[in-house]
């Protein structure tokens, strides 16, 4: 049976650096998603990322269980997300259409109509997440990527769970508004 990421974590605490090897695998591409999807910039996104993953290295020492390991990472995530927006003074990049973080798949048995449809309902969805406001798109995007529960989501952004669950249903019920018959 597979250990646990919290198990994994504490043995990385204890200087297994395969432990380490198996949490980054486990997560790295939920994580990325989260970062970008949250400043739209593949640049800045892979500089936030990396230095997640160096916080996360650097307070391994003091790592506790006292939540899921997801809550616990994407905590700092949220935080160095929220130090990245006040030095930018809230500065927000709109995503380019051409560097869509998520292309569908190029698959030669469809139809070309097929694939524009999906692109177009791809872009309308990205245009739908970039207007939420910040709070229900992180709510939304800690939700779909990480798997986090309300609860989570509370605990990593520091809101109480009402809070959260709030900018969840709404978000929700915005994207549902978009893309209700689809």
């Avoid at 605490?13 to 591409?29: C, I, P, S, T, V």
């Avoid at 309300?150 to 969840?168: F, M, Q, W």
Wanted: no cysteine; proline share 3%; charged share 30%.
């Amino acid at each position: 049976m597979a250990a646990g990421d919290e198990q994994l974590m504490l043995a990385y605490r204890e200087g297994d650096a395969g432990a380490f090897d198996e949490l980054y695998r486990r997560h790295k591409g939920g994580l990325y998603r989260f970062v970008l999807r949250s400043v739209r910039d593949r640049a800045v996104a892979e500089e936030l990322y990396q230095e997640v993953w160096m916080r996360a290295i650097e307070a391994r020492g003091r790592y506790q269980v006292q939540a899921k390991f997801t809550t616990w990472l994407y905590t700092i995530a949220h935080n160095r997300l929220v130090d990245h927006w006040r030095k930018r003074a809230l500065r927000v990049v709109s995503l380019d259409e051409e560097s869509d973080p998520v292309d569908p798949p190029a698959d030669p048995s469809l139809q070309p109509e097929k694939i524009l449809e999906g692109k177009q309902s791809l872009a309308r969805f990205v245009r739908v997440l970039e207007a939420l406001p910040a709070a229900q798109r992180e709510a939304f995007l800690l939700h779909e990527e990480a798997g986090m529960s309300v609860a989570e989501i509370a605990h990593a952004t520091g809101a109480n769970e009402e809070a959260a669950k709030s900018r969840l249903r709404y978000a929700l019920s915005r994207l549902n508004e978009a893309f209700g018959d689809e």
